[in-house]
């Protein structure tokens, strides 16, 4: 027997990095559809704008609170936009996410390297859970510091009503809110990543059918066979549930500071049994990866 | 230790045999070439070696178990399914930032100075390259890599023969160095013939040929016999008899070639003349019986 050549010195890896950077040059919507997003916004804005004198000269007279929640309204909803918008980006990343490699056959050059299946589909979950949010949040401070810029100049040029702008816009109050929202739904929504991962992993074709007819149809099922609704209750709470992150479910009421329920958040049962469903659909598609036939 | 060791190695999809009882054993240092017709099992073999299928009986690369232990295996091993994998939005800058980052046997220098000498530019994305270039390019990769063992499935698959032939010759003269082992299948055959130190033929899941190529050589004889010496060479069992311009070409095996030696001209038959007589006379024999 010939004994292996001298091995080159292994040079460090890092392959959790790697495989992360790779799903960004390869998903490069996850960076262009929210910045879209805010220009839209900010163009919608600006010919809004026309409006802003004569609106701030009749916020002058009103109590603080309802200058406060006037004038956060239209950044509120420019950040709700940028949040829907990557909410969507991270259906269709997810859901592709392991149907693509197979089905252009580059999931035989990236098994070819040595990255377990477990760092690959962590990678790709790390996407829509953390990069996502994250972008987000980046996007959403940068449009609010340009229509508060755009804002004051138009304010400062005709009159005195900028510092009442100042003043009363919780802009900084408002960052919090976004950066504990956009944390409390990437843990609330875990359960449906993870799922999207599983079928994307699973399916050979229709991935989104496959992600959402199956839940439709048991949930039809339920109901036709012990019309019971437990089913479809479940999955209407997870989807539109994550409001129990906030104390104050009043829809398009004011949300400040004192509305954030961290505890009764991280104290919700349904929170970790979400996360104990992601984690086990998480699990079978690092299965999934490993052990079925590739193509 | 052998580099692949595989007894009793069988597959099976339902009812269909992939794979039947296959024992194989490439020891280390060698380039074997596995030959074999569409569906023979040859890709099955493969995925079977680097861990990417179930399978039963024994089989150990680099003494392990492919299907248990992949993740450690593929720090020793490497492969090139074909050339269409290279994942087509990727930058050639990409995939070297990429297998350099997650590779810890990846020479980055090394596999610049192959693409240096190619016209594939950084900038480029893959599916803008060529068939040609995509399969230089995944060669400069894996060429890079120190590995012990490299699996080629159908690699020029698609090339044309000057990309085929650069291909092999690059492999050869700048990565084969008698400590690495190279699998490889290809239907070009008579192209890999000269570098490959072992042959095997797998046909319907089973091993029907396993040579080193000076056993081929010893073993095999191909006789050119004029008319009036068939009937003579005929006596002595050619495996494998066919016309060629008014003579008869004749395939021996294990036939002493001083017997044979007065009847014609004597040659070693080509991998791919002995292929078509011990693989191909059945599956013609077959259809002309289903005829």
Known sequence: ?295 | MACIEARGLRKTYGATVALDSVDLVVEEGRILGLIGPNGAGKSTALNAILGLTAHEGELKVLGRDPWNDRDELMREVCFIADVAVLPRWMRVSQALDYVAGVHPRFDRARAERFLDRTTIKRASRIRELSKGMVAQLHLALVMAIDARLLVLDEPTLGLDLLYRKQFYDTLLNDYFDHTRTIVVTTHQVEEIEHILTDVVFIDKGRVVLNSSMDAFEARYAELLAPPEHVAAARALGPIHERQVFGRSLLIFDGVDRRHLAGLGELRTPSIADLFVAVIGDQATLKAGAAA
């Open chain 1, 1 to 295: 027997m010939t004994t292996p050549p001298p091995p080159v010195a292994p040079s460090p890896v890092r392959p959790f990095y790697w495989s992360v950077r790779r799903e960004l040059w390869e998903h490069r919507s996850i960076f262009i559809a929210p910045l879209g997003a805010a220009i839209f916004v900010l163009f919608g804005f600006l010919i809004s704008t026309r409006g802003l004198i004569r609106a701030m000269d009749h916020l002058v007279g009103q109590d603080p609170i309802t200058q406060a929640r006037m004038l956060a309204a239209p950044f509120g909803f420019a950040a709700m936009v940028v949040i829907v918008t990557t909410a969507i980006v991270g259906i269709a990343y997810s859901l592709g996410a392991l149907y693509n490699e197979r089905r252009d056959r580059s999931i035989l050059f990236w098994k070819s390297l040595p990255v377990s299946d477990l760092v690959t589909v962590l990678a790709k979950a790390f996407v829509p859970m953390v990069i996502l949010p994250v972008v987000a949040f980046a996007v959403i401070v940068g449009m609010q510091l340009i229509m508060m810029v755009v804002s004051t100049m138009i304010l400062l040029a005709n009159g005195p009503n900028a510092t009442l702008l100042w003043a009363r816009l919780p802009l900084l109050q408002m960052w919090l809110i976004t950066i504990y929202g956009l944390a409390a739904m990437s843990l609330w929504y875990a359960p449906i990543w993870a799922w999207n991962l599983l079928v994307s992993g699973w399916a050979r074709r229709v991935t989104f059918l496959w992600a959402v007819l199956p839940p439709i149809g048991l949930c039809v099922v339920e109901f036709i066979a012990f019309q019971t609704t437990y089913l479809s209750d479940l999955l209407h709470d997870r989807l539109r549930g994550f409001d129990e992150a906030f104390s104050d479910k009043t829809p398009g009421g004011f949300l400040g500071l004192v509305h954030m329920d961290p505890v009764g958040f991280l104290t919700t049962p349904g929170l970790w049994g979400g996360l104990i469903v992601a984690a086990g659909f998480l699990a079978g598609a690092v299965w999934q990866r490993r052990y079925r036939e590739p193509i």
